[in-house]
C-alpha cells in the first residue's frame, strides 16, 4: 500500500502535464479529473504541434473512441514521438472489434509500442483476438473472462494491461493485480473508463514502475468512485461528487479504503 501512496504523492507534488488525444465526448469530463486530482491536462490533436507538444509533457494517453483520418495521423506522430523520447504512452482501444477501421488503427499504434493499454474486457479481448460480440463502447463481457486474454496480450506487447470491470485486473506478464473498488453506478456515466485512462497517464508520468502506477491510478479511481457513491442520488451526482472526491483525497483516505490484492 506505501508504494501506491507514495505514487499518489509524487502526482499532488509534481502536478504532471498529460496530453490526450482523446474522443471528443468526454475532454472536459478527463480535463477536469486530471484538475481535481491534481495534475495538469492538456487535448491537443493538431499535427503541426505534435513534436513539440510531446516534448514538454510527462504522458500521452491515446484514446480512439471518435476516430477520424486526421485524428489518427495525429496519434502516430504522437506516438512515435513518445518513443523515441522514452515518454509513456497510455492506449485505450475504445470499441475495439466494431469496425474494421477501429481495428486497423489499433494495429498500427500497437505496433508503436504502447506502455499500458488499459480498455473494457470485450476491448481487451478484441485486441487479443479473442472471438467475442462487441457493442459499441460498452463491454458485453467480465473482467474476469478477460483475464486470460489480458495475459496474452501483455505477453504479447510487452505493455502493461489494465482490464476494467467490477474487478480491475492489471497484468504485466506474469504478475497481476486486483484493485475491488468501485461502484456499479459509474458504468452508467459516459467517459469513466475515458477519465481511468487519464488518470493512470498522470500516475505514469511520475512513478517509474510503471506496473505501480498502473495499481496506484486504478484504486484512486475507485476510492473516489466508492467515495461519490456514498452521496450521490444518481449517476449526475455521482460525477458531481467523483471530481469532489478526487480533490479531497487523501495519502491516508487512500491507503483505508483502497481494496488491493498484488500478487
Known sequence: MKTITNAFKKVKHQCP???SITNYV???????????????????HAKSEMEDMVSIIGALVINIGTLDEYWVESMLLAAEKAKS????????????GATAYRNQTLTQLIQVGPNIIRGNASEIMSL????????G??????????????KRLSN?????VCISGEVDYIIHGEKTAKVKNGNPMMAKVTGMGCTASAIVGAFAAVEE???TATIAAMTVMGVAGDMAAEKSE????????????LYQLTPELLAEKAIVEIG
Open 156 to 160: 504479447e506487447t510487452g505493455a502493461i
Open 26 to 44: 468526454v475532454m472536459n469530463n478527463t480535463a477536469n479529473a486530471l484538475l481535481s486530482l491534481g495534475s495538469s491536462p492538456i487535448m491537443a
Open 137 to 150: 463502447v460498452d463491454s458485453t463481457n467480465t473482467s474476469d473472462e478477460a483475464l486470460d486474454a489480458g
Open 85 to 96: 523520447l522514452s515518454k509513456p504512452i497510455i492506449l485505450d482501444p475504445v470499441g475495439a
Open 128 to 135: 487479443a483476438s479473442v472471438n467475442i460480440h462487441t457493442k
Open 209 to 211: 514502475d510503471l506496473f
Open 17 to 19: 502535464l498529460v496530453q
Open 234 to 245: 444518481g449517476p449526475g451526482t455521482l460525477q458531481l461528487h467523483f471530481y469532489d472526491a
